[in-house]
């Protein structure tokens, strides 16, 4: 069982706007801890989404965003595309662990 | 541009020992952390544990403490993760990424792109 929790998959038609969610503890993201958001496409590495909360490296379209309240966190994608279909993980830092802490991870699909 | 190159896949026997790398390039190995990350078979990402090559404090999860080892050769920008003896349930991708910090700010910026670890009989 991970310690951030996520709905193991969601899907949605193009065009359509879709919101994952990260449920945490008071241990992670209710203490405040900066939630991150991870694309994993098939066969590949992990790639940097979303990080403190709702920030976009360089290269990443504005049609995804982050957000967070109190034990939860959301990645929300607007306008989906097809290049979406992907894997979803969201990360935080847990004080009890003393470490970083995944969620179990979204499968994406677009219809 | 930021480049971590794992070495390639290895199939070992349970039992056997393995060190499998992590090699930094285009920017100070020294002045950020390196993660380990595992994924098994069809599941998701786990946090294993992390080094600052600079003065090679290393941090692990504790569901990792003791069943591996992290370590750093800063002299050619290496990062590195080793079991003494493998056992079947280690069979996993495992990637190393690069992180600004080791506290409650951490996020992991650049990725390898995964050591394919296989142990069987």
């Known amino acids: 069982q991970s310690v951030l929790t996520q709905p193991p998959s969601m899907s949605g038609a193009p065009g359509q706007w879709v919101t994952i969610s990260c449920t945490g503890s008071?241990?992670?993201?209710?203490?405040?801890?900066?939630v991150h958001w991870y694309q994993q496409l098939p066969g590949t590495a992990p790639k940097l989404l979303i990080y403190?909360?709702?920030n976009r490296p360089s290269g990443v379209p504005d049609r995804f965003s982050g957000s967070e309240s109190g034990t939860s966190a959301s990645l929300a994608i607007s306008g989906l595309q097809a290049e979406d279909e992907a894997d979803y993980y969201c990360q935080s830092y847990d004080s009890s662990l003393s470490g970083s802490v995944f969620g179990g991870g979204t499968k994406l699909t677009v219809l | 541009e930021v480049q971590l190159v794992q070495s390639g896949a290895e199939v070992k026997k349970p039992g056997e020992s393995l060190k499998i790398s992590c090699k930094g390039s285009e920017y100070r190995f020294t002045s950020y952390w390196i993660g380990w990350v595992r994924q098994m078979p069809g599941k998701g990402l786990e946090w294993m544990g992390s080094i600052y090559p600079g003065d090679s404090d290393t941090r692990y999860s504790p569901s990792f403490q003791g069943q591996v080892t992290i370590s750093a050769d800063k002299s050619i920008s290496t990062a590195y993760l080793q079991w003494s003896s493998l056992k079947a349930s280690d069979t996993a991708m495992y990637y190393c990424?690069?992180?600004?910090?080791?506290?409650?700010?951490?996020?992991?910026?650049?990725w390898g792109q995964g050591t394919l670890v296989t142990a069987s009989s």
């Open positions: 403190g909360n709702n």
């Open positions: 990424a690069r992180s600004d910090y080791f506290d409650s700010k951490t996020y992991f910026d650049y």
């Open positions: 008071s241990s992670n993201i209710g203490a405040g801890y900066d």
